[in-house]
């Protein structure tokens, strides 16, 4: 099984639109939660933290459910820049910062 | 705004060749990191780096892969006799601390033929 499972993709979706990322994990000693979002053939770069009460950052509403291992990203009103593909990332403790990164999923919005 | 930096972006080397990849990181950052993705699949960490010394290693990093911080800015990977399954794009990225957002380098694309 792997680590961290996210939704297949890709999303198309027109703009305005509200779409919802699924990301879910198999060890319960994960600790630390982030999506990054990565351009075609560029680096991941940071989007947000996940904290256990769930946070917000403008359009962007992140949530994690340390029951169900499960961790969501909403975007609200999405505009044609957001397209990319959105990675689920994990840590654990004590292992030195290692991030594990799920597969991606593929955002695509038109207009 | 700070950012991770890397060269070269692109390298293209022959099989059995040694290549040095060369990052300078966030200067008030504590740990460094390298991580690859081969193309069209997911990024995999290879190596921590923290107090001078390997922090944590995946399975990847065998003996063919080496770190160094030769000096107090630049962190280097180094990969002896390279094979085709090499060919991958690179990642440096440092955080202030472990377990924190980490900041990515742009990426160096290494093509083993």
């Known amino acids: 099984r792997k680590e961290v499972e996210q939704d297949p993709g890709p999303f198309n979706v027109p703009e305005g639109a509200t779409v919802a990322f699924n990301c879910t994990y198999s060890n319960s000693a994960s600790q630390s939660f982030f999506w990054y979002r990565q351009d075609c053939r560029k680096e991941p770069k940071l989007l947000m933290s996940v904290y256990s009460s769930g946070n917000e950052d403008g359009r962007f509403t992140a949530q994690l459910n340390r029951a169900s291992q499960y961790i969501s990203l909403l975007i609200r009103d999405s505009k044609l820049s957001d397209s990319a593909t959105y990675l689920c990332?994990?840590?654990?403790?004590?292992?030195?910062?290692?991030?594990?990164f799920g597969q991606g999923t593929e955002l695509s919005v038109k207009p | 705004e700070p950012e991770v930096t890397q060269t070269p972006s692109h390298q293209v080397t022959q099989m059995g060749q040694e290549v040095i990849l060369r990052c300078v990181p966030i200067s008030n950052h504590l740990y460094f990191y390298w991580y690859r993705q081969i193309l069209g699949q997911k990024v995999e960490f290879l190596v921590s780096?923290?107090?001078?010394?390997?922090?944590?290693k995946s399975e990847i990093f065998d003996d063919q892969f080496s770190v160094e911080r030769p000096d107090g800015s630049n962190f280097t990977l180094k990969i002896r006799s390279t094979k085709l399954e090499d060919s991958a794009m690179y990642f440096c990225a440092s955080s202030r601390a472990g377990p924190i957002e980490a900041f990515f380098g742009q990426g160096t694309r290494l093509t083993v033929v």
């Open positions: 990332v994990v840590s654990r403790r004590n292992q030195g910062g290692k991030l594990i």
């Open positions: 780096f923290y107090n001078n010394e390997i922090s944590e």
